[in-house]
């Protein structure tokens, strides 16, 4: 059963940091893309960044480039979000993803299933 949990989410001030965490399990984490993706109340889920099966390849959006990195640890089934120059529109639900398909990244929110929960992420102003 595919599982993931996602953790490091809080408070934090604008201008600060935070890194995420994506714990998986449950599915060979070695062979699928992941992703990050974020909802604020209201809006719809945005697809913020990928990250390729092997970590040599990512993918970033408008939104987030130049401010986040995703990263990830096969021998730990991690993948990382850190999160830097936080600003207060970047309030909100953060989940990470699996790929439908192994070795292959996309960017297309469609291709990305079996979600975490979410940690909640809040940028004061």
């Known amino acids: 059963q595919v599982k993931l949990v996602e953790s490091g989410g809080g408070l934090v001030q604008a201008g600060g940091s935070l890194r995420l965490s994506c714990a998986a399990s449950?599915?060979?984490?070695?062979?699928?893309?992941m992703a990050w993706f974020r909802q604020a109340p209201g809006k719809e889920r945005e697809l913020l960044c990928a990250?390729?099966?092997?970590?040599?390849?990512?993918y970033y959006g408008d939104s987030v480039k130049g401010r986040f990195t995703i990263s990830r640890d096969n021998a730990e089934n991690t993948v990382y979000l850190q999160m830097s120059a936080l600003k207060p529109e970047d309030t909100a639900v953060y989940y990470c993803?699996?790929?439908?398909?192994?070795?292959?990244?996309?960017?297309?929110?469609?291709?990305?299933?079996?979600w975490g929960q979410g940690t909640q992420v809040t940028v004061s102003s």
């Open positions: 449950g599915f060979l984490a070695s062979t699928y893309a």
């Open positions: 993803a699996k790929n439908s398909w192994t070795y292959t990244l996309t960017t297309e929110s469609s291709t990305y299933d079996s």
């Open positions: 990250i390729s099966n092997d970590g040599r390849t990512t």
